[in-house]
């Protein structure tokens, strides 16, 4: 695992912007898997600023976020489909129907997820997957479990982020209680990963996370078992890993 220790909230959305736009010149019509959440939001304004430049081009570009609030339709202004939309899609030139997130408002919610990895699969998996930390190890919406969940598939989420999520709603009440998300296999199938985390309160579950016991009561322990997993992250954020 490759770790880079930034100052500070925009060095670290600077430095995970950049192998992000590494890999899109590299790669012009590559797949990347994108996450919402507080973690990516300077990261996608740092990639908006180079396409605003000139230095960037989505045109070949295709997306497939990790997860959706189930019952919320994308024009609801807490889904992610919107926050996509708000922070990334609409500010570069990626092409819609190239930006793909599981529907939460599908009528068969079973079937969306076997859809889901399907699309996954035809666009021939995932070439960077970027993801941030939830606070008890959640990645996606995976939450703390009795085993790893492998495809995309339907969560009951934890108090803890349903506490957590509830600050972007008028009220607690209004929180979705259920999400669509990839799965743990889904991401670790993804040819390279890369976590972007800040903030002194996410110190210990970083630790756990990154050199505690594999375990899926914190799912994000099995990205030690991947082998391109890149962590970038601020030094609160950092400061417990030996
Ligand atoms: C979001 C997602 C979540 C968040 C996690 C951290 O698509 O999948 O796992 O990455 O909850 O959220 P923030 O970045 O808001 O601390």
Redesign the pocket.
Known sequence: MKIYKAANYDEMSCKAANIISAQIIMKPDCVLG????????GTYRQLVEWYEKGDLDFAAVTSV???EYQGLEGTHPQS?RY?MNENLFSHVNIAPEHTYLPNGAAADIEEECTHYDEIIQKLGGVDLQL?????NG?????EPDEAFAKGTHRVDLKES?IQ??SRLFDSIDEVPRHAL?MGIKTIMQAKKILV????AD?AEIVKQAFQGPVTPQVPASILQMHNDVTLVGDEAALSRLI
């Open positions: 994108l996450a919402t959440g507080s973690s990516p939001i976020n990790l997860d992610y926050f993801l941030g930390l939830g606070h959640h990645i996606g919406f995976n982020t957590a999520n998300t972007v985390v800040s903030g996410k």
